[in-house]
C-alpha cells in the first residue's frame, strides 16, 4: 500500500480516499458488474457492525462518505472533521478487509443495481454516451460500471466472494489523506489499520481495442444526442497540457468556442462540450451535443469543424482566460480537503507520484500560444467514434 499525506493546517476538516485494484477491468467478461456489486455488499456490515451500525457510525463521525467503481480502481472516500480522521479510517480498513458480504442482502444490492441501470436506459445522454466509451476503448476498458440486465441476473453469491478475495487486498493500493492531519499519525493510524494487509498478485492493464465508426441508435424522440470521441494522450504525458489547453480554449467555460459559436452564435444547440478522458494508458477526447433533429447535422458537421480547425485562429486572450480558470480551480482545491485527496489518488494512480500545486501551477503557467498551436497542427483529431440517438441518423463525413 501507498500512502500519501498533505497538511492543510488552515482547513478544520480531514479527508481521505482508498483505492484498490478491483475496478471493472477486472470482471471477467461474463460477469459485467460484479465489481460494483462487491463495492455494494462489502458496506453492508463490516468488523463488530451490521449494516445499519454502520451508517450511524457514519454519521455520528460527521462524514460526507462515497464510494465508486471505475475502470481500473474501486474507491471509497469521506471527509470530516479533522478530530474523525483515526475512526474512519480504521472503520474503513473493516470495510475492505473484514466485510460480513451477507447473502441474505444480496438480492437487495442487485435490485438496487438494476434499478441505477434503467435509470440510465432512461436517459438518452447517459445511453449515448455509455456507448461512445466501448466504441472508444472496446468491451473490457469502456464498458460501464452499472453492468447490463443479463449480467446482473445472473451473478451469484460465490461469484462475489470471490472477486473479493482475489482483487481486495494491499497490492497496488492507495490512501491518501489531506486537511488538517500531521503525516506522522497518518501513516501511524495506516500502519495500525493495514500493516498486517496481504498481497495478492498485480493485474496487468488490458490494452484498449476500441475501433473508429459510426452508430445510431434509434429513439422517437424530438431530441437528437450526439456523442462523440477521438483518440488522444493521456495524463502524464509529456505534452498533455498542451493538448489539454486546447480542449479548454474548446470548450472550458461559457466563453471557450464551441459554447459560443456552436450555441450562442448559431443557436444550433442547447448544449454541447468537450472534455479529456484519461486511463493509465490510453485517453481519448469526448464530446456530446443535444439538439433538434432539424439541426442535428449542422450542428455536428460545425462542432467537428470547430475541433478540426482549432490551430487556425488561437488568440492570446483565450488561452490567458484558459490558465486562469485553472488557477481560479487550484485555489479552490486548497480549500477543499476532500478535493485535494481526490486529486492525490488520481495523481498516483495516472502519473506513479503525488503533483505538488505549485507544479502543476507553473506547468500550465508556462504553456505559451505556439505551444498549444503547434501540437494541434501536429495531431490533428482523426479515428473519431460517433454515437446518436433520435430519429434518423446523421451524415457522417
Given amino acids: 500500500m501507498t500512502v500519501l499525506a498533505q497538511p492543510m493546517p488552515w482547513l478544520r476538516t480531514a479527508a481521505f480516499t482508498l483505492s484498490l485494484r478491483a475496478g471493472v477491468q477486472d470482471e471477467p467478461m461474463d460477469q459485467s458488474g460484479l465489481s460494483s456489486l462487491v463495492c455494494e455488499m462489502v458496506q453492508r456490515g463490516a468488523g463488530h457492525h451490521n449494516s445499519r451500525d454502520l451508517v450511524a457510525i457514519q454519521d455520528n463521525l460527521g462524514m460526507d ?7 481500473a480502481t474501486v474507491s471509497f472516500g469521506g471527509a470530516m472533521p479533522r478530530e474523525s480522521i483515526r475512526d474512519a479510517i480504521l472503520l474503513y480498513a473493516d470495510i475492505v478487509r473484514r466485510p460480513h ?15 441505477e441501470l434503467r435509470a440510465i436506459e432512461d436517459e438518452p445522454a447517459q445511453r449515448v454516451m455509455r456507448r461512445l466509451r466501448e466504441m472508444h476503448y472496446g468491451k473490457r476498458l469502456g464498458r460501464g460500471s452499472q453492468g447490463t440486465n443479463e449480467s446482473l441476473s445472473s451473478l451469484t453469491m460465490k461469484q462475489v466472494q470471490e472477486f473479493y478475495q482475489s482483487h481486495y ?16 499519525e497518518i501513516f501511524a493510524i495506516a500502519e495500525e489499520a493495514f500493516g498486517d494487509w496481504k498481497s495478492g498478485e498485480p493485474c496487468p492493464m488490458p490494452v484498449p481495442d476500441g475501433n473508429p465508426g459510426y452508430e445510431h441508435l434509434q429513439a422517437d424522440s424530438s431530441q437528437t444526442h450526439i456523442g462523440f470521441s477521438f483518440p488522444n494522450i493521456w495524463y502524464g504525458h509529456k505534452d498533455y497540457f498542451r493538448m489539454r489547453a486546447g480542449i479548454g480554449i474548446l470548450s472550458d467555460g461559457m466563453s471557450s468556442r464551441l459554447f459560443d459559436r456552436v450555441r450562442e452564435k448559431r443557436g444550433l444547440c ?3 462540450s468537450a472534455s479529456c478522458h484519461s486511463l493509465r494508458n490510453a485517453g481519448g477526447v469526448f464530446g456530446y451535443a443535444g439538439t433538434t433533429p432539424q439541426r442535428a447535422q449542422e450542428t455536428l458537421d460545425v462542432t467537428l469543424g470547430e475541433i478540426q480547425n482549432l490551430a487556425d485562429d488561437l488568440e492570446q486572450q483565450e488561452l490567458d482566460r484558459w490558465k486562469v480558470r485553472i488557477e481560479s480551480a487550484l485555489i ?19 502519473i506513479g507520484r503525488a503533483m505538488p500545486t505549485e507544479e502543476l501551477s507553473a506547468m500550465i503557467e508556462s504553456l505559451t500560444l505556439d505551444d498549444v498551436r503547434d501540437y494541434w497542427k501536429q495531431h490533428q483529431p482523426a479515428d473519431y467514434r460517433i454515437v446518436t440517438l433520435g430519429v434518423e441518423p446523421l451524415t457522417v463525413k
Fill in 65 to 71: 462518505r462515497n464510494s465508486g467503481v471505475a475502470t
Fill in 101 to 115: 458480504l451477507p447473502s441474505d442482502q444480496l438480492d437487495d444490492a442487485l435490485m438496487m443495481m438494476l434499478h
Fill in 169 to 184: 487486498n494491499a497490492t497496488e493500493s492507495i490512501l491518501t489523506v489531506a486537511g488538517d492531519i500531521r503525516p506522522d
Fill in 270 to 272: 442547447y448544449t454541447v
Fill in 332 to 350: 479552490m482545491e486548497q480549500e477543499s480537503s476532500a478535493s485535494r485527496a481526490s486529486s492525490l489518488a488520481s495523481d498516483f494512480i495516472q
